[in-house]
């Protein structure tokens, strides 16, 4: 099901992947430090409802997921396995972004200490030139066979 739901996305055809490709450019710009990435106006601003915002940013990456197991429940009639599964799902997608959360101020503390102030920088700045790649990749990606 999940491939022939990922199929069935992707044929949107490869031109889309110009686009992908200039956003990730512009990321990588910032993370090396050439540019700054921001978007016009108060755009983040109005984006600001966290909830809402949040879901529906993880709304797109998870449809691969809850398809499948919301198949299960439906056309399979296999109820108690697929609460299951939509329990581990939850789980899996909630428990690391609490953690995250609520770890913040100790994260924040270890990386304005001066130690791990360089090893970031150069981790941001490897990040940055991955990053770059695959946007040179999607930007080719057209014109090169895969």
């Known amino acids: 099901m999940c491939v022939l739901l990922g199929r069935m996305l992707g044929d949107i055809g490869p031109y889309w992947t110009l686009l992908l490709g200039a956003i990730l450019l512009w990321v990588a710009m910032d993370m090396l ?6 978007m016009p106006g108060n755009s983040l601003q109005r984006l600001q409802v966290r909830g809402l915002t ?4 993880s709304g797109s ?3 691969g997921f809850i398809a499948p197991i919301l198949a299960i429940i439906t056309v399979q009639k ?4 697929g609460l299951f ?5 939850a789980l899996g997608h909630c428990l690391p972004i ?17 130690s791990f102030y360089h090893s970031g920088t150069w ?5 940055g030139v ?6 040179v990749y999607f930007i080719l990606r057209p014109w090169i066979s895969v």
């Open 130 to 135: 991955l990053v770059g790649s695959l946007g």
């Open 98 to 114: 609490a953690v995250a959360g609520s770890s913040a101020t100790t994260v924040k503390r270890i990386l304005n200490s001066s």
């Open 33 to 38: 430090g050439i540019a700054k990435c921001r």
């Open 54 to 57: 949040y879901g529906v940013l």
């Open 123 to 127: 981790f941001r700045k490897g990040a």
């Open 78 to 81: 296999q109820i108690a396995a």
């Open 61 to 63: 990456c998870t449809f």
């Open 85 to 89: 599964l939509l329990t581990l799902f």
